[in-house]
């Protein structure tokens, strides 16, 4: 892994924009090779430094080394772009090497899911402000249907109901009905 002067002038570019006095053309290095993904004993070894180890300690430690990282770092982040194309493609390799059912079941999904070929899960939520039961007695039966959450439920027409109970409940004993016949 080289370093090119290209390399070098970006990271030269940064100096302006973070407020970081400048490095030395040996600290450059280091730090370019640590953004290529060395450990820092060998990043300090690919500058140059005769003793890595203590060295590459004593330049992670540095606050003008740390803070062109995490400014070259956050760069890099704000660059990465991704498409909703690349994801799909991402997805369908997922699913050509998924092993089982589950996980080629799960990509699709995530495709069906970022294409918008599933419904929007819909929730619905409604507050009420009941004290007392009372308040749930003196509704009538439309309002206690719309609560409920069935709008289009209709209920049949009152004739279709059963006469009130009384009619339909043995005589109690000692009680005269008219329609039962005296045993004696």
Not at 59 to 64: E, I, T
């Amino acid at each position: 892994m080289s370093i090119t002067a290209g390399d070098v002038a970006y990271l030269q570019s940064c100096y302006p924009r973070a407020a970081i006095t400048p490095l030395t053309a040996q600290q450059e290095q280091f730090v370019l090779y640590i953004l290529r993904g060395m450990a820092p004993t060998q990043a300090a070894r690919g500058a140059g430094y005769k003793s890595a180890s203590s060295t590459a300690a004593q330049l992670m430690q540095m606050d003008k080394i740390q803070a062109v990282l995490a400014h070259l770092r956050s760069e890099e982040l704000d660059n990465i772009k991704v498409t909703r194309d690349q994801l799909t493609l991402m997805l369908f390799e997922a699913h050509r090497k998924s092993a089982t059912a589950t996980e080629e079941i799960t990509a699709v999904r995530e495709l069906g899911k970022m294409h918008g070929l599933y419904e929007p899960d819909k929730v619905q939520t409604q507050n009420l402000h009941l004290h007392k039961v009372e308040q749930l007695e003196r509704m009538d039966e439309e309002e206690l249907v719309r609560l409920a959450g069935a709008d289009d439920f209709h209920l049949p027409p009152a004739e279709n109901h059963l006469p009130p109970a009384e009619n339909h409940l043995p005589p109690a004993e000692g009680l005269r009905n008219d329609n039962t016949e005296d045993a004696l």
